[in-house]
């Protein structure tokens, strides 16, 4: 019985050999055989990867030219108009506020910032937003309620800075364009005093927004200029 075991697993050992081989060549061809998207599975997200990496650098880039810009704009024109009306009222919060609305509202309705902001000096000295004129005129440009709401750029709320600040640029610059440019008559349409007289002696009031705007042009250049010398130096070879 023994000799003929050995006979049995003699005979039988080659098929043995043959069904492994058979299984491993099976695995290796079966493994050949993968979906393509599985066997490239981490060249694929390794490209994923890599074009979300260059979106992600592309955004910084504009992030930081964005901050830039705004950074250029915040020194050279809303700073120096700040100082100008912190003159008229020590409040951080509150003039930065107005000149950043002054800045922005201004080139949205094409006009000089300092033009904008002679005028609401003039018409608020005192920058109280919450203003009423004994004609029922509002905030920091003192702007009429007749006015409200017709400005599509303009919320119609006339108590917040920023609404009042729009509706005080974009009533003057509609004013400037109605007098083809003639800056007297558009600011005394400004001031009701074209065919009406709501303020005395509103004749002068040309007079008087030019007179701010003389002090306001020479702080603004002053401020320029001191903030241009505090800056930095950088040395270049």
Not at 25 to 35: M, S, T
Not at 70 to 93: C, T
Not at 146 to 164: F, M
Request: net charge neutral; proline share 5%.
């Amino acid at each position: 019985m023994i000799g003929s075991n050995k006979s049995i697993e003699r005979r039988a050992r080659p098929f043995v050999l043959y069904g492994m081989a058979l299984l491993i060549l099976l695995v290796v061809v079966g493994a050949g055989r993968r979906p393509p998207e599985a066997a490239d599975a981490p060249i694929a997200v390794l490209d994923q990867a890599d074009d979300e990496l260059g979106l992600l650098l592309q955004r910084a880039r504009s992030a930081d030219e964005a901050l830039r810009q705004v950074e250029g704009i915040y020194s050279e024109e809303v700073a120096p108009i700040q100082a100008v009306l912190k003159s008229y009222r020590n409040d951080e919060e509150l003039t930065r506020e107005i000149a950043v609305a002054l800045v922005r509202e201004a080139h949205r309705a094409n006009l000089e910032p300092r033009v904008l902001l002679s005028v609401l000096l003039v018409e608020n000295p005192a920058l109280e937003p919450n203003a009423r004129s004994f004609v029922g005129a509002v905030g920091l440009m003192q702007v009429m309620p007749l006015h409200r709401g017709h400005w599509k750029a303009c919320r119609p709320d006339l108590e917040s800075i920023e609404s009042n600040i729009c509706h005080g640029a974009q009533i003057f610059a509609s004013y400037l364009r109605q007098s083809d440019g003639n800056v007297d008559r558009a600011l005394l349409r400004y001031n009701g005093c074209v065919r009406g007289t709501n303020t005395p002696n509103c004749h002068g009031y040309p007079s008087w927004v030019y007179a701010r705007a003389g002090k306001v042009s020479m702080m603004t250049w002053t401020a320029n200029a001191q903030a241009h010398h505090e800056r930095p130096h950088v040395m270049r070879h």
